[in-house]
C-alpha cells in the first residue's frame, strides 16, 4: 500500500494561479525564480491589453468629436502652432507633428526595445524559434499587400499598398486576453513575436518606400549621433538621460536625411544595451519605465490626433471607397489567408514546428486576431497619402475593418477553441480511449 502524497501547506508568497501548476517535488526556491523571469512577458501583455480599452475610448472620442458640430474646432485643435519665436527666428509645427513626428519615436523607440529584446533571447533568440512567426508574419503581410494593389485600382491609390500590413499588438492581446481560458499562453508568445515581427517589416517598409529621396549629410549627421551612443557604451556611461543628446542628433539627422524621423527611435532602440548590468539590462528597465507611457499616454493621444475620420468628407465611390473597401478586405481577410498558407506551408516542409499545444485552430485564431491594424495602419495611411479625401478613406477603412476583426476574432475563438480545462479533459479522454483499445 502506497503511502499518501503529503499536502503541501499553500505559500502566502505564491498566488492561487501558480499553485495550480506548481508540482509537488518543484524546489520552491528555484519555481520563485522562474516566475520572476516571465514576469516581464506577463507584464507586457496586461499592459498591452488594458490600453486596447484606453485606444478604444480615444478612437469613440475622435470619432464623435470629428462628425460633431465642433467638428472645425477638434481640427484646428490639432493645426495648433506650438513651437518658440525669438525675435524674426521661429521655429513652429502644429500640434499634429508633435504627436505624430515627436512623440511616436518614442513609441517607435520602445518598439526597437522589444525588437531587440526577442532577438537576444526572446522567441526570435534561434531561428527554430524564430522560423513560423517571421514566416507567418511575412504571410500575413504579402496577401494584404497583393488584396490592396488588385481591389485599389488607380495608381494614386496604390501608394497605400502598406496600409494593411501590420498588426496592432494592443487591440490583438486584448481579444486574446478576452478570450480567457481558451487562449494557450503558447498562442500569447506566438502573437507577441508575429507582432513584433511584423513591426519590424512596417519599419522597413516606411523608411524605403514611404521616405523621400535620401540626403546623404543627413545620413552623416545620423552616424555621427549613432557614434556618440556607442562611445557612451564604451565607456560603460548608464544613465540613460545622457544618451538623450546623441539620439536627439540621429532623429535630427534621419529627419535631414529624408527619411520619417521616427525609424530613429527604432534605431536607438536597437542599439541599446541588452546585456544585464548590476542585475539589470538597460533595454529592459526602458521597457518597463516607458512602456506604460506609451500605451495609456502616447498611443492614445495619437489615436484622438489620427482617428479623427469625418464621414462628410469621405466619397462612396472612386478612389476613396476602393481605398477603403482594400484596406478593409486586406486586413479582415487577407491577414488570416496569408498567415494560415505561410504557416501551413512552413510546417508541411518542415521548416517550422507548431509550438506544443498549438493547433490549426490556434492559427486561425491568431490570423483572424491579427487583422486588427490600427496604430500603426494608421500611422502609414498618414504616410501613403497626402490628399484629404483619399486619406480619411484610408482611415475609415483601417477603422472598420480593426472593429470587424475585433468581433470576428472573439467569435471564431469561441467557436473553435473550448476552455482549456474542457480541452485537457478532452485530451485525456481520448488518451484513455486509445490505451484501452491497445
Known sequence: MTEPTPKREPNPTVGP????????E???????????ATRPLERFLRIE???GVVLIAAAVVALL??????????????????????????????????????LMVIFFFVVGLEIRREIYNGELSEWRRAALPVIAAFGGVIAPAIIF????????????????????IAFAVGVLTLLGSRVPPALRVLLLALAVIDDLIAIVIIAVFYSAGVEPRGLLTAALGLALVFALRA??????ALYLVPG??????????????????????????VVPWRGVSPAESLIEALHPWVAFGIMPLFALANAGVSLAGVGVDGAGARITVGVVVGLVLGKPIGIALATALATRLKVALLPVGLTKRHIVVLGVTAGIGFTMALFVAQLAFTEKALLGAAKLGVLSASTIAMVAGLVVGYALLPPRAAAGAA??????????TQ
Do not use: Q, Y
Open 248 to 273: 536627439v542628433v540621429v532623429w535630427a539627422g534621419i529627419s535631414a536625411a529624408g527619411i520619417h524621423p521616427t525609424i530613429a527611435g527604432v534605431i536607438i532602440g536597437m542599439v541599446t544595451p
Open 427 to 436: 485530451a485525456t479522454a481520448d488518451e484513455a480511449e486509445r490505451s484501452t
Open 26 to 36: 518543484a524546489w520552491e526556491p528555484l519555481f520563485r525564480v522562474a516566475r520572476f
Open 235 to 240: 565607456l560603460g556611461v548608464r544613465r540613460h
Open 17 to 24: 494561479a501558480d499553485l495550480s501548476s506548481f508540482p509537488p
Open 49 to 51: 491589453a488594458a490600453s
Open 149 to 168: 494593389v488588385v481591389l485599389a485600382g488607380a495608381p494614386e491609390a496604390r501608394r497605400g499598398w502598406a496600409v494593411p500590413t501590420a498588426t496592432d
Open 65 to 102: 468629436c470629428a462628425n460633431s458640430p465642433w467638428a472645425d474646432a477638434w481640427v484646428h485643435l490639432w493645426h495648433t502652432p506650438i513651437g518658440v519665436r525669438v525675435g524674426e527666428f521661429a521655429a513652429e509645427k502644429t500640434l499634429e507633428w508633435l504627436v505624430n513626428d515627436g
